[in-house]
């Protein structure tokens, strides 16, 4: 499923909600747009939730901490994200016209507030001497299996380089995942592969991946993109990097 989310009253494009819009995402995904001096405040007393800065200065206050965040637009590569339990007090102020996406669902442990940045951040090159360059794109990692074993969720970006391929061989996993994109242009373009349907990718659109189903990304030439992407682990079938099925006919592509 493919759609470009429309703004709300409250500021807010809904990618998905755990009990109502696009449910089998298992996850409440939304896009806030905060204006300078906006300030919202959150304790879920049943969901772990993730504030992702896509745009623009916030300040993060929790456990008597404050972390600022300030990102000039999406493609500089300096992401800003809190990450806490369920029953945690914490707070985000815009100091200037801000962007920031949130993710959650529910997850019965509580941990510590993590503040990532990018000091932080896993950054991973791919595809550069692969297929002539054609899949060649970096893609960074706030939080998976690997440093958040706590977590129900994972979070991170791609940022794919004009006229190339990412989340590429064509490849599936058992979990839903959600992409939301955005373009260096407005008129920025690509094409989203899901399963056996192609859609347009455009600024601030969103494509919902059920489990089990291919899906690769490819961005027009002079065209920057850039997604979030968002994994909810199932229950007793966590998603890790191992658990990326490249399907039979495509395996040849991971041979060089």
């Known amino acids: ?6 703004l709300n009253e409250n500021n807010e494009k809904i990618l998905c909600e755990m009990n109502g819009k696009n449910a089998h995402m298992l996850m409440n995904i939304k896009v806030k747009y905060m204006k300078a001096g906006e300030k919202i405040s959150f304790c879920e007393d049943k969901n772990e939730t993730a ?16 972390e600022t965040g300030k990102r000039e637009n999406p493609f500089d590569m300096k992401p800003y994200c809190l990450h806490t339990s369920k029953n945690t007090e914490f707070s985000v102020e815009a100091l200037a016209d801000s962007e920031i996406i949130i993710q959650q669902t529910d997850n019965d442990k ?8 990018p000091e932080n951040c896993l950054y991973q090159e791919f595809g550069k001497g692969q297929w002539d360059g054609a899949g060649h794109r970096v893609v960074s990692t706030m939080f998976d299996p690997d440093n958040a074993p706590y ?13 190339r391929w990412s989340s590429y061989p064509p490849h599936h996993h058992p979990q839903p995942e959600v992409y939301y994109y955005r373009f260096d242009k407005p008129q920025g373009f690509g094409a989203c592969f899901n399963a056996d349907e192609v859609y ?29 992407w968002m994994i909810r682990h199932l ?16 395996e040849w592509l991971t041979k060089g």
């Not at 992702?52 to 300040?59: A, I």
């Not at 977590?151 to 006229?163: A, H, I, Q, T």
């Not at 007793?236 to 495509?250: L, Q």
Request: glycine fraction near 10%; charged fraction near 20%.
């Open 235 to 250: 229950d007793g079938d966590p998603w890790y990097k191992t658990t990326r099925f490249v399907s039979p006919e495509h």
């Open 200 to 228: 347009k990718s455009v600024d601030s659109s969103a494509c919902f991946i059920d489990g089990g189903e291919d899906h690769q990304q490819v961005v027009a030439p002079g065209y920057n993109m850039y997604y979030v």
């Open 51 to 66: 504030i992702l800065l896509v745009g623009g200065e916030v300040k993060f206050s929790y456990n008597g901490k404050e």
């Open 151 to 163: 977590s129900n969720m994972v979070m991170g970006e791609v940022f794919n380089k004009p006229g």
């Open 1 to 6: 499923m493919f759609e470009v989310p429309v």
């Open 110 to 117: 509580e941990f510590e507030p993590v503040f990532y940045n």
